[in-house]
Each structure stands twice: as C-alpha cells, then as structure tokens.
Nanobody, 123 residues
C-alpha cells in the first residue's frame, strides 16, 4: 500500500520561496508518476505539477510555470516541489499524489494521496 507524507508547508511573504517534500513508501517509487495538487478554500482541486515515471516528462499548470519546479530523488523515494516567487493566490493546501499512470491526462485523477500541507502566502 502506497503511503505519502508531505512536509515543508508554512507561512511566507509574497515573493518568497518554499520547498515541499513528499516521502513515498510501500511500492517501487520509480514506477509511479508523482503530482502536486492544491486546493484553496471554496475552490476545486487543481493539478499544479506532475512528473511522469515512464519518460520523465513534467507538466505545470500555466499559472505556476517558471516559478515552481517538481523533482524527485529516486534513491530516497522523495518528490519535491520547489516554489519561488510565491503569490497570495498560491495559498492552498498542497497534496502529494501518486499513480501508476504512464502518461499525463492533465487531471487530478491520482490513486494515492497524502494528507496535505498548508501553504499560506501573505501580501
């Protein structure tokens, strides 16, 4: 059973940076696509970034492209989301998710989810 544990959230001023980490266990990390998905109060969950296990391709939603970077350490089974130039509209609970899908479908349809970590960006 895949288990995911996020860390690294917190409060930061606009323009600042945070790095989220997601510890993966219970399966072979290198055979899972990893994603970061966020949900702001009163809004739908949205795919922020994902890393596809079959070819290493990455995807970013337009509003974070150039500011956020998804990466993975296949030795330590950890996925990261580096967030730079943070904006108040980035405030949300950020979830780490994993799935065996081999290609992106640009959706939040991921099988395994962490419990989430709060990111708050003050103006």
């Amino acid at each position: 059973q895949v288990q995911l544990v996020e860390s690294g959230g917190g409060l930061v001023q606009a323009g600042g940076s945070l790095t989220l980490a997601c510890e993966f266990s219970g399966a072979t990390f290198t055979r899972y696509s990893m994603a970061w998905i966020r949900q702001a109060p009163g809004k739908e969950r949205e795919l922020v970034a994902e890393s596809i296990w079959t070819n290493g391709a990455t995807y970013y939603r337009a509003s974070v492209k150039g500011r956020f970077t998804i990466s993975r350490n296949n030795f330590n089974n950890i996925a990261y989301l580096r967030m730079d130039s943070l904006k108040p509209e980035d405030t949300a609970v950020y979830f780490c998710a994993a799935d065996s899908k081999g290609a992106t479908d640009y959706s939040t349809d991921y099988h395994y989810w962490g419990r989430g970590t709060q990111v708050t960006v003050s103006s």
